[in-house]
């Protein structure tokens, strides 16, 4: 069975959605960075982990407040090689986006990889760890990126 890529030239109109910050979830999430740490919630019922972790479990549709600290270590899960910038220009160094699942985390967080030297060679499956910045600040941006292990 051979794959095929499909491209659907269209637009998406996203006024009509209505979406759900959850603060709860980012706090947790921007607490533990302070300290270098990955925070999430954990549901009773099922077991799932969530990083960032809301108030409620997905699956079980109930309210959940057991905080975990999950793993620094994870799983490279899906990625982008960005060769150009938004406008289409060729940029003069190639950098990936990435989603990681963090182990002891049923979710994934996004972010950049680095350490690799040939982005042909970068593949789903490869081991990451997340690279702090040197002083944190309980801030988004104090998870620097990803580095290959």
């Known amino acids: 069975m051979t794959q095929e890529t499909r491209t659907i030239e269209s637009t998406w109109d996203l006024t009509a959605y209505q ?8 706090n947790l999430f921007i607490k533990g960075t302070k300290d270098k740490k990955i925070l999430g919630r954990k549901c009773h ?3 799932t982990v969530y990083v ?7 699956k079980c549709l ?4 057991q905080v975990v600290e999950v793993s620094q270590e994870g799983v490279l899960d899906a990625f982008t090689v960005n060769l150009a910038d938004v406008r289409g220009i060729p940029v003069e160094n ?10 002891g985390s049923d979710s994934f967080l996004m972010g950049t ?3 690799w030297t040939e982005w042909h060679s ?11 910045k040197d002083t ?3 801030a988004l941006a104090d998870l620097s990126h990803f580095q290959l292990i």
Request: aromatic share 8%.
């Open 19 to 26: 979406f759900k910050i959850e603060a709860d979830a980012l």
């Open 136 to 138: 944190t600040s309980g």
């Open 94 to 103: 190639p950098f990936i986006t990435c989603t990681v699942k963090l182990d």
């Open 113 to 115: 990889l680095e350490g």
């Open 62 to 65: 109930i309210d959940i407040d």
């Open 122 to 132: 970068v593949r789903e499956g490869m081991r990451v760890k997340v690279v702090w």
């Open 45 to 47: 019922q099922c077991g």
């Open 52 to 58: 960032p972790g809301p108030t409620y479990c997905r």
